[in-house]
């Protein structure tokens, strides 16, 4: 199946509600840890609802109950105050050769 035109998502977008610990300096230059909640994943990173606003660009610490190890991240996007998004933030790997575990991957 053909993706539109306007879809730049490089992979499947798994829709799940699953909390993670999630430790990293926000949009102040303050550093936190929070008990946050990942709302989808794909094979290149996730997307987040956090009460921290976090800084486009900066790098933060993901774990997930199903993943052994805690994950840099770097945030790509966050949602405007007042937006839908409000809240939330996408954030990718790190390191190129950073993934999921398969577990992660299937869990729903």
């Known amino acids: 199946m053909a993706r539109p035109a306007g ?5 499947k977008r798994l829709l ?5 610990v999630l430790q990293g300096t926000d949009a102040t ?20 609802r956090t009460r ?6 900066s790098d933060v610490q993901l774990t997930l109950p199903t993943e052994p190890e805690a ?6 996007w966050r949602g405007e105050s007042g937006s839908f998004y409000e809240g939330t933030a996408g954030v ?3 390191l190129p ?9 299937r869990a729903r």
């Open 29 to 48: 230059g303050r550093d936190f840890f929070d008990r946050a909640e990942v709302v989808s994943i794909d094979e290149h990173g996730a997307r987040l």
């Open 97 to 105: 050769n950073e993934c999921w575990t398969p577990e992660t991957l």
């Open 7 to 11: 879809d730049r998502r490089r992979s």
């Open 92 to 94: 990718e790997f790190s």
């Open 16 to 20: 799940v509600q699953m909390p993670v």
């Open 71 to 76: 994950k840099s991240m770097r945030v790509v």
């Open 52 to 57: 921290f606003r976090l800084r486009v660009g």
